[in-house]
């Protein structure tokens, strides 16, 4: 539907990815978009408007501070809006607030940077209500290694070799501003294990998949199945072959994304 747009809003929101299939509308499934498009013709009682997201998750990846543009021919008043529709939507996804953009504003040209999160723990079955929020590995892994395994992807890298089926055109060099291993204590339950870890990650973009490949290589290198020279050939000599370990997508949360 052609929409005669002349006001223009970042709606910043979050949600538990875990019963959806990811962000982006996909056809005889569950997605956050639907949703959200669903709840915005409820409260408009119209579907003259147009959402358009900063990016996708895969299925079950949750995000804790993400964007949306919403495209509209009339004006509203964000608060009431952002009421509205946290009325309407259910339990797992939150709007978090509303502000006028101007037209020039792209949600997706205009990403600065994003920050990934991927919670785990080591050495014990973890109570099954962690399965939408982290990974919890039975074996006993080499922590201190994995940092130093994490440090290894800051900086300009080709990251061929964690991209999942490229297109031609992708561009494999990118670059890691920020990537850390430390104790998790920034999001706890009662029935989190006593301990568990979160990988932080920065950068402007990432490839398909990239994140959790990344994540799968270090789980190899903290079960002493690779080393840290494996980690740095798979930088320095990039191939088509793609990473075989891929963390599971439970355990992944889109942390923030902030704009220029």
Known sequence: MAINSKFYYLVRFQYLGFRYHGWQVQPNVKTVQKMVERTLSFVFDHTNFKVLGAGRTDMMVSV???????????????????????????????????????QDFNVIRGS??????????????????CAPFMLGVLEDLDVEKM??????????????????????????????????????????????????????????????????LMVGVLLQLGKAEIDLEFIKDTLENP????????????????????FY
């Open 64 to 102: 804790n501070n993400s964007a949306f543009q919403l495209f509209l021919s009339e004006k509203i008043n964000e608060e009431d809006l952002k009421k509205k529709l946290n009325k309407s939507l259910p339990n797992d996804i939150r709007i978090l607030a509303i502000e006028e953009v101007s």
């Open 239 to 258: 191939s088509s072959k793609t990473l075989k370990e891929l963390a599971p997508a439970s355990g992944l949360t889109l942390n923030s994304v902030s």
């Open 147 to 212: 940092k130093l395994g994490a440090k290894l992807f800051e900086g300009k890298h080709n990251f061929q070799r964690y991209a999942y089926k490229p297109s031609e055109n992708t561009v494999f060099e990118r670059e890691i501003t920020f990537c850390e291993i430390v104790d998790n204590t920034d999001l706890t339950a009662s029935f989190f294990p006593e301990k568990s870890y979160v990988f932080k990650v920065k950068g402007k973009g990432f490839l398909r998949y990239q994140v959790r």
């Open 112 to 129: 600065k940077e994003k920050e990934y999160h991927y919670l785990f723990s080591s050495g014990e079955k973890t109570h099954p209500f």
